[in-house]
């Protein structure tokens, strides 16, 4: 494959974000680590849920399927099984993936298949004008929530912890180097990676002005392979962290699906003969 | 030629099943002909268990017959419950040590005291089940060596002790009715002298059809009555490189199925009516998308939870109309327990050649229910593959081409210069998204148009008995064999019905349908599985103007019980009293 610029990776369509959206900060680093890395687009999969952020597989050059809400994640395990040679990034906003999807996630920390996941974490509902998302803040005043919502945000990072996914990081869509560092670094770990990308929603719940001052890069004195310091990081409240929390590698599962495949003696040889004496 | 019906009742949880299951299978590896039927409890343990098994030397068998020939009793409920069904000079085979019987001279009564034997014999009371047995083969002609055949291969592995009691239990059952039992009765089940038969589960069939057909991700969430798809298929599809995921709920099994078809492999799902309810949602992408995906779904009896361990065919508009907007589907019903095995043959190749969702239909009572069915021949299996983009296609890649049969190439991750982004939205032929309004009517009259080429399949129905009658019997899924036998019966007795049975659901065979009724048929029955006659109002709103003025007579029943043929009977010959 001849070696492609981050340009050559966008394709002519424009996207349909707001002016300002972090969207496209997200959209060009992802673009810097697929030049990075070399990617090969005709092996690659980009998967989306709905929302704004949903309507990105279409910007890359590559396959997408921009799927269903909240759905994303078993459809992108379904794509990795079935050909597990292929780059699968699976994106969607916080709506998509905490609140509709949320019951899909402790199940990928459980599998463990190799995929990324770019979550747009933007504390609202952006496409439906502006409701109040698992992460928006506690009395996020919106047409849903006239006097304020009542039930406090979760936090993804934690969440992302508590159920052990191998890979956990924060970015914000501002940050465009060190965001094109960690999609880079997700893409070469084995394994499920979240990556919770701050990417403001400019129109609904512009947090622009109050966002870079609580934010801090992860210490480098940070072990990633610390889970409980990683969690202490998560639960800090004076300081936003970017960076990666939590590294840790152990089998994926399409290798331990490979290796229920030769426990079962494979031949290769398609044996439905065999199986129907099973049953003389 | 015999043709005999048996049914074991007793206790849930005490080896009633797995009692009829070693009859079952004897009588098969004699080359006999076997249907069973089964109901039991919804609970692991306790409560009543009962599993009848028709077996003959020479008809295939059809359904599972009318009233009972021989019933063992192992308690006194089984007695209460099975008695009236036992036909006059029927013989009852009963634990003395349980209960006695009234007395009457209705019936040959054989007591034999199963948990005496199995605790003074063998010292171990379950070994109960294996009393009866040997007194069966004794009383009825099974070959002893075949019981003994099959306890070694299912308790072999137990240890020689374990093997030996069960022996000796099967040896004490046989020799107390030579000691003490004079036969009355004329009941004789006796090797047929033919090849074996290989005796499948609906479910079982089903699942070796998909992997006839190439199946290579199956994603599923445990529910009755289609778990045992999904444990076959963790066994077996392994063993052909094929993965399986017992996924969080069936909203993501079937999101798996369509990643993974998305992938370019064959993917399919199972479950049950409250699982089938979750996945309407996603049905529509899949629609939309234009994939390839098999959707089994195992009726029961519902609405919500309903009775899960019994059969119902009630979610036939569901599987039809399941979704927002308008999507189009194929939708099939499984007919028996051999067709489970083609019929998933023929699902695949629909889903593949048409790039559609395609739902199969079953339900509780073919998904559990065995039968003998002679091996498939695997090297005469037609298995089909989607279109794919050809080199010149690749260069100005449309996904969603409108083609002479409206189905367009379908590319795979992988393959250079045919990127595309599949999609939930309204899209152009291209694939990118699109809001106009003549664009969309266009892309619906695609994707309704490409199934219709799913009716000129040559299998799309079925016919019966009189080529052209006055009386059509027209049923659907698993009431074929019962409808077949009781047209079979009614033909006999000079009666002028025929019955079509259509294989293809969705969309409507309407057309073939028609055409037969026009031939002069007065009057239709409709037999179903439901409470309303889903399928009847279905046939209704399709009659051609022809045809209009013929009566379509609903015979619905909920309950979840099937048919037995006698009831079908009774109603064509109401039918034909009405035009004689």
Redesign the interface.
């Known amino acids: 494959m001849p070696k492609m610029t981050a340009a050559q990776y966008k394709t002519k369509i424009e996207p349909v974000w707001c002016p300002g959206c972090g969207d496209f900060g997200v959209l060009n680093a992802i673009c810097n680590a697929l030049a990075a890395k070399e990617v090969d687009p005709k092996n690659t999969v980009f998967v989306s849920g709905i929302g704004c952020s949903g309507r990105l597989p279409p910007y890359v050059k590559s396959y997408g399927f921009h799927t269903v809400h909240g759905r994303v994640l078993p459809i992108a395990t379904g794509i990795k099984v079935a050909n597990p040679d292929l780059t699968v990034v699976a994106v969607g906003g916080d709506g998509d993936a905490f609140a509709i999807g949320g019951g899909h996630i402790p199940h990928m920390a459980r599998r463990n298949p190799s995929i990324v996941y770019i979550v747009m974490d933007n504390g609202t509902y952006g496409l439906t004008k502006g409701q109040a998302s698992p992460t928006g803040p506690l009395g996020m005043k919106t047409g849903a929530s006239p006097y304020g919502t009542i039930e406090p945000p979760l936090n993804p990072i934690a969440m992302a912890l508590a159920y052990d996914i191998s890979f956990v990081a924060r970015g914000y869509s501002g940050k465009n180097k060190e965001l094109e560092a960690l999609i880079t670094r997700a893409m070469n770990h084995r394994g499920f990676s979240l990556i919770d990308v701050i990417s403001p929603c400019i129109t609904f719940y512009n947090t622009y002005k109050e966002l870079p001052p609580q934010l801090a890069a992860v210490p480098e004195t940070h072990d990633v392979k610390d889970r409980a310091k990683a969690f202490e990081l998560a639960l800090k409240e004076d300081k936003i962290y970017l960076g990666v929390f939590y590294e840790n590698e152990r089998p994926t599962f399409e290798e331990r699906l490979r290796g229920v495949v030769d426990q079962s003696e494979s031949s290769g040889i398609p044996r439905l003969d065999e199986i129907f004496l099973d049953f003389a | 030629m015999s043709d005999y019906v048996f049914r074991f009742g007793g206790e849930g949880g005490e080896g009633v099943i797995s009692t009829g299951e070693l009859f079952t299978t004897a009588c098969a ?1 004699s080359g006999l002909e076997i249907y069973t039927f089964r109901s039991y409890p919804a609970e692991i343990k306790g409560g009543h268990a009962m599993i009848q098994v028709r077996v003959a030397d020479k008809n295939i068998l059809l359904s599972r017959g009318d009233g009972v020939d021989v019933l063992v009793a192992f308690n006194k409920e089984a007695y209460d419950r099975h008695y009236k069904e036992l036909k006059d000079g029927g013989v009852l085979v009963f634990d003395n040590t349980d209960f006695l019987p009234d007395e009457d001279a209705r019936t040959i009564k054989y007591p034999i005291p199963f948990n005496k034997i199995a605790m003074e014999e063998i010292g171990v009371r379950l070994t109960k089940n294996m009393v009866s047995l040997g007194s069966i083969s004794e009383l009825f002609g099974v070959p002893q060596e075949k019981f003994k055949e099959l306890i070694k291969e299912k308790f072999g592995k137990k240890g020689e002790a374990v093997l030996e009691k069960n022996f000796k239990a099967l040896e004490a059952g046989a020799r107390y009715v030579k000691e003490n039992l004079k036969k009355q009765d004329k009941v004789k089940v006796q090797p047929a002298g033919r090849q ?1 038969r ?3 589960s609906g479910n ?1 069939s089903l699942s ?1 059809g998909a ?2 057909s190439g199946l ?2 199956y ?1 599923g969430y445990p529910i009755t009555p289609a778990s045992s798809i999904l444990e076959f298929l963790a ?2 599809l ?8 017992q ?3 069936e ?3 079937l ?11 064959k ?1 399919m799902t199972a479950t049950s009516g409250p699982g089938f309810s979750l996945m309407t ?2 049905l ?2 899949a629609v939309m ?1 234009e994939f390839p995906a098999v959707i089994v779904n195992a009726q029961r009896a519902g609405p919500s939870t309903g009775m899960p361990t019994k059969m119902e065919q009630a979610d036939l508009m569901m599987s039809i109309y399941a979704g927002h907007g308008e999507a189009p589907r194929v939708v099939l019903g499984l007919t028996s327990v051999e067709d489970c095995f083609y019929g998933m043959i023929r699902a695949f190749n629909i889903a593949e050649t048409f790039q559609t969702p395609v739902i199969v239909l079953t339900d509780q009572g073919l998904a559990q229910r065995e039968a003998s069915i002679l ?2 021949d ?1 090297t005469s299996i037609e298995v089909v593959e989607r279109r794919k983009p050809t080199a010149e296609e690749m260069t100005h890649y449309q996904r969603f081409k409108i083609t002479p049969d409206n189905i367009s190439p379908m ?1 795979v ?5 045919s ?7 309204e899209h152009t032929e291209a694939g ?2 699109n809001y106009e309004p003549a664009n969309h009517n266009k892309m619906m009259n695609k994707r309704y148009q490409k199934l219709q080429g799913v009716l000129a399949l040559p299998w799309i129905v079925k016919t019966y008995g009189l080529e052209k009658p006055e009386v059509a019997v027209i049923g659907w899924g698993s009431g074929e064999g019962v409808i077949r036998e009781a047209v079979e019966i009614a033909n006999k007795e000079g009666l002028k019905v025929g019955a079509l049975h259509p294989k293809i659901l969705w969309p409507f065979p309407s057309e073939i349908i028609n055409n037969y009724l026009a031939q002069g048929v007065k009057r239709v029955i409709v037999p179903e599985l439901n409470f309303s006659g889903q399928f009847a109002s279905l046939l209704k709103s399709h009659l051609t103007h022809g045809n209009r003025n013929i009566d379509v007579v609903s015979l619905a029943k909920g309950g979840g019980i099937p048919w037995t043929p006698s009831e079908i009977v009774s109603k064509i010959k109401e039918a034909a009293k009405v035009h004689a």
Request: charged share 20%; hydrophobic share 50%; net charge negative.
């Open positions: 590896r074996p290989l005796v499948l079982e070796l992997i006839a290579k991700v994603a066994k077996e392994p063993k052909v490189g094929g993965v399986v995921i996924t969080e709920d909203i993501a099994a999101g798996v199925v369509l990643g993974a078809s998305f992938s370019g492999k993917a949602e996603m529509g992408l998308a091996k498939p695997v590319a991750p992988g393959m250079p210069d990127f595309y982004s599949a999609t939930g939205i990118e998204l």
